[in-house]
């Protein structure tokens, strides 16, 4: 009798991988890794239901994970070990009455911590450095913390917190003439009250960057400043007078050489070219982003925005083939946080397909916000494309109720406009904020 050998092993799905580990923070270097290396069910795409795929469905190759085990524990321990090399820093900075230099070190420990993706962990970094630098700090470094934490509070949609500490760290960076540290506080406040949809109250913030800037001209911030402007004057309708800050900001953003810069504004080119219903415009600057983008995330943006102005012109097919390279794209480029609102875009073009089970991906959209732990304004925009879904294939009772979830979500977050399709495009009409305000 021969040998007996071990049967084949048999694919597995990413959620089926998935429901046999614990959610653990510690795993989270793994999922990530069979994730990235994943493959589209092409079974599934023969059958017609590809359509319908989200991550979960995707192949998991796990032949090669035991042979990566090693080297994805050494990268999590180079990761603790830069971390700990920062505290171990603040402490003997602190024993030698530095406030400054421990506050400065933890602040390095949280854009370690930022940069993996953990804003919660950086936001606690950041409130370290902030009591430090309370005791005896340079206010420099007291408005720095500031920012940082602010940022983290925004990635959670602690919107009334980070408004606060923005406000806070443009007062400390004013008073000691710190103009940049004040402008960057300033640009901050404007975002959240961009978030918000708070269209006047983020102009007047994006406003007093510039003014606090005054002469710093050749700075980054001033890009920055001059660009949300755009945004926010754009979303409230101004289209034409937002233009000439456009272009400023790319003028500034050329004169300094800062190539960093041509992502975002043509991506906003794009954008202002589509509130003029001028597509093809549109795509050339689009485009033209999509070549200057090199980061995962930057490039999963554009092709978002890319997808948005195929689904305008109602080049429905377009649109899919565009969000399907942006999911490619966030799952390799491992920015899964992006993959809910992927979904939530396949899934309005699935329903206006008139696909019944368009619900499928809203479904799946809702599920990665809470695995991920995405703030709530993320489900309740997933809830409000949901809604309008449901109200295209006739189910007036469940759109109601979605619409009344997403909006209750909305009030209790003090967003006052709910998002339009694209990104930068809140209320029901393009007036003015003061308009509504």
Do not use: C
Request: hydrophobic share 45%; charged share 30%.
């Amino acid at each position: 009798m021969g040998a007996m050998t071990d049967p084949p092993a048999k694919p597995l799905t990413f959620d089926e991988v998935r429901a046999m580990l614990p959610s653990l923070e510690e795993l989270r270097p793994v999922t990530d890794r069979l994730l990235a290396e994943s493959t589209p069910d092409p079974a599934r795409a023969w059958s017609g239901a590809g359509a319908l795929d989200t991550a979960g469905s995707r192949l998991v190759d796990l032949s090669g994970l035991a042979a990566e085990i090693s080297e994805l524990a050494a990268a999590e321990a180079r990761h603790v070990e830069v971390v700990y090399r920062h505290v171990a820093e603040a402490h003997g900075l602190a024993s030698r009455g530095d406030a400054t230099g421990a506050a400065r070190a933890l602040l390095d420990a949280a854009a370690v911590e930022e940069e993996r993706g953990r804003p919660d962990r950086a936001g606690s970094f950041a409130d370290a450095a902030y009591r430090v630098a309370l005791d005896g700090g340079e206010p420099v470094v007291r408005g720095r913390a500031l920012r940082r934490r602010a940022r983290a509070r925004r990635a959670a949609a602690r919107y009334e917190e980070a408004k606060r500490d923005y406000a806070e760290a443009w007062g400390v960076s004013d008073a000691v003439s710190d103009a940049r540290g004040a402008a960057e506080a300033a640009i901050g406040a404007g975002n959240v009250l961009e978030d918000e949809g708070r269209w006047a109250d983020a102009e007047a913030w994006y406003r007093k960057a510039l003014t606090t800037l005054g002469e710093h001209r050749l700075v980054p911030e001033r890009w920055h400043a001059l660009l949300n402007l755009h945004v926010v004057l754009r979303s409230g309708g101004a289209v034409e007078e937002s233009r000439t800050l456009l272009d400023e900001a790319e003028a500034v953003a050329l004169e300094m050489g800062d190539g960093s810069a041509r992502v975002f504004i043509d991506n906003a080119r794009g954008q202002w070219h589509m509130a003029q219903d001028a597509f093809d415009e549109a795509q050339t600057h689009l485009r033209s982003a999509l070549e200057a983008a090199v980061a995962p995330r930057a490039r999963v943006t554009v092709r978002l925005t890319l997808a948005e102005a195929f689904l305008a012109q109602g080049r429905r097919l377009d649109a899919a083939e565009e969000a399907r390279r942006a999911e490619s794209e966030a799952i390799t480029g491992r920015v899964i946080d992006r993959l809910p609102e992927t979904y939530r875009l396949l899934g309005r073009i699935a329903a206006l397909e008139g696909n019944p089970d368009a619900f499928v991906l809203f479904e799946r959209s809702l599920e990665m916000i809470e695995e991920t732990r995405l703030p709530a304004v993320e489900r309740a925009r997933t809830l409000q494309a949901y809604a309008e879904a449901e109200g295209l294939v006739g189910d007036s009772e469940k759109a109601a109720a979605l619409t009344a979830e997403a909006e209750r979500t909305y009030r209790e977050l003090g967003i006052r406009h709910p998002r339009s399709a694209w990104a930068d495009r809140h209320g029901p009409d393009r007036k003015r904020a003061s308009d509504h305000d």
